[in-house]
């Protein structure tokens, strides 16, 4: 079934620890990103990405890093976690149906970060 | 940058009973697409219902229905005959024609209850 799977759904971690999120999608789109969502609140755009080997700095500030090796796959990663790092991280991706409709974007179950 | 608001952070509904969300977004751009998003909790956000701009008329899906006014900006979400299973979060969400991300508002959460 064409879906996009992120892990872990829940994580836990000490101040200090590199972590990655993943997040992988079986539906060959082009087009990835990394939302940051807080409690109650809006998404913000952290990275995108067009495609392989292309990534780009959303609206949102984000100490986060992100790469596209594979069109499937687009990780996150932080390389010395934070406390103000606490947050919902959700991985979407998107393509245009042209006539059938209009641009579809499908949503990851998200991971919910907590950085002690 | 585009802005999307959401007036209303928390609605309650009895179940059988029509609601409606609002939303309005600001834009100088004249084609681009408009979405409402559900996000029941602890789950995958879910697309609930599409308009393009250059599309005049309401876009309707099942009890899903909107009330798009372009001059006006506003984008307002109808739920009818509500159900239990309607209670979620839901999010305005703007896509410039030539875009790529969609922007958000900050949500409303709905609470269907018996």
């Known amino acids: 079934e064409a879906d996009i799977y992120q892990t872990p759904r829940y994580l836990v971690i000490g101040t200090g620890k590199k972590i990655t999120l993943e997040c992988s999608q079986t539906?060959?789109?082009?087009?990835m990103y990394w939302y940051q969502q807080d409690p109650g609140m809006e998404l913000h755009l952290i990275h995108y990405?067009?495609?392989?080997?292309?990534?780009e700095k959303g609206d949102l500030s984000s100490e986060s890093t992100v790469s596209r090796i594979r069109t499937e796959h687009f990780p996150l990663t932080l390389e010395s976690a934070r406390p103000s790092h606490t947050s919902q991280y959700l991985c979407?991706?998107?393509?245009?149906?042209?006539?059938?409709?209009?641009?579809?974007?499908?949503f990851g179950s998200g991971t919910r970060l907590t950085v002690v | 940058a585009q802005t999307v608001t959401q007036s209303q952070p928390e609605m309650s509904v009895q179940e059988a009973e029509t609601v409606t969300l609002s939303c309005t977004y600001d834009t100088s751009e004249n084609n681009y697409y408009l979405f409402w998003y559900k996000q029941p909790p602890s789950r995958q956000m879910i697309l609930v219902i599409r308009q393009e701009a250059y599309k005049q008329q309401n876009a309707t899906e099942n009890r899903f229905s909107v009330n798009f006014q372009k001059a006006a900006k506003s984008f307002s979400l109808k739920i009818s005959d509500s159900q239990l299973g309607d209670t979620a979060m839901y999010f305005c969400a703007y896509l410039p024609g030539s875009g790529y991300a969609l922007n958000f508002g900050k949500g409303t959460s709905l609470l269907v209850t018996p």
């Open positions: 990405s067009y495609g392989v080997n292309s990534t």
């Open positions: 979407a991706s998107s393509e245009f149906e042209g006539s059938r409709g209009g641009p579809t974007y499908t």
């Open positions: 539906m060959g789109h082009d087009k």
